[in-house]
């Protein structure tokens, strides 16, 4: 249901009539209309319960297209209610508008364009710390295995697993360089007239430059194969050590790569399970098994990430068998 401040708000962008409808947001706490009128339309930003990402986000719409890196144009603020009218870029994320004739030619550009990003400086932009990358997987031992599926895990395990994350994050040798998108997947990325265009970028800060990689090849929302993942890891490797004057090694980038994998979706499906269980918001459900395979494949290389392997796998066998990936 639309709300009286979305259409006094809309009424200020069009003359005459217009129609407003709901779009479908993503997994936070923000909402998002199309207002249109005419064959003209806009993106309705509602970011009135989300006040410190609201100042992220106009933080960053600064910062940005200062630094030559495309994303939606602001038409029009409401800066005591948290909302915005954005330039509307239609049906054109890359999770629809890619195929196998124009993946790479998408996917390079996409890779690119992470590069762009990290070629940002600002003393305004905070940084990933080792406190708020483990805070982040810790939503996997809350969410996914005691809240979602109410495993009976011991107090031994979960210091395990926690230990584990520890080690995982110290054997990080790449973390806290370069600006990272944080949620940098193929529906929040699009592709019009040749170019890429971000959004949902308001979380950015300094960290691994291999962090946005790993949210575009190894995505919760998309399968890419393995030969493609490969080609496009040495398409980035190639792009960055040209940029950054780094020779990042192959063994060093994939070390990196599964590291960040496990990390990024632990955090990923305990949003995902969160979600669900606080919010009754089930749509995110249907990704949890990619989410989870994710885990296992990254973590299988290393033994001293048995446990989270372990309880990465038997979330996935608990989710086949309740058949929770089509809703609980």
């Not at 209610?81 to 550009?109: C, P, Q, T, V």
């Not at 495993?151 to 230990?163: L, V």
């Amino acid at each position: 249901m639309t709300s009286n401040i979305i259409k006094k708000f809309s009424k200020k962008l069009f003359e005459g009539n217009f129609i407003i409808e709901n779009i479908k947001g993503d997994a936070s706490k923000r909402k998002y209309y199309r207002a249109s009128s005419g064959g003209e339309s806009l993106i309705i930003m509602d970011s009135s319960r989300e006040r410190r990402n609201f100042i992220n986000f106009l933080k960053f719409s600064d910062i940005f297209p200062c630094n030559n890196i495309k994303i939606p144009k602001i038409i029009k603020k409401d800066l005591n209610n948290n909302i915005l009218a954005l330039e509307d870029f239609g049906d054109n994320l890359i999770i629809k508008r890619s195929n196998s004739k124009n993946f790479f030619e998408i996917y390079e550009k996409s890779i690119i364009n992470i590069i762009k990003i990290q070629k940002v400086r600002n003393k305004k932009i905070s940084f990933y710390s080792d406190e708020k990358y483990f805070k982040e997987s810790s939503l996997f031992i809350e969410w996914v295995l005691e809240i979602f599926f109410s495993f009976d895990i011991t107090n031994k395990d979960k210091n395990k697993i926690k230990k584990e994350v520890i080690k995982l994050i110290e054997n990080l040798s790449l973390k806290r360089n370069f600006l990272v998108h944080r949620d940098y997947h193929s529906k929040n990325i699009f592709y019009k007239n040749k170019g890429i265009i971000i959004i949902d970028y308001q979380d950015a800060v300094y960290g691994s430059p291999l962090y946005d990689l790993v949210s575009l090849v190894n995505d919760c929302y998309k399968d890419i194969n393995d030969n493609n993942r490969k080609k496009l890891l040495n398409f980035f490797r190639e792009n960055f050590n040209n940029f950054s004057k780094n020779n990042l090694s192959k063994d060093e980038l994939v070390h990196n790569f599964y590291l960040l994998s496990v990390q990024r979706h632990m955090k990923a499906s305990g949003i995902f399970c969160r979600l669900s269980k606080k919010n009754n918001r089930n749509d995110y459900l249907k990704y949890l098994k990619r989410t989870f395979n994710y885990i296992i494949t990254a973590s299988s290389n290393y033994d001293n990430l048995r446990t989270i392997n372990f309880f990465a796998k038997e979330a996935i066998y608990n989710l086949n068998e309740s058949n929770n990936s089509c809703g609980r």
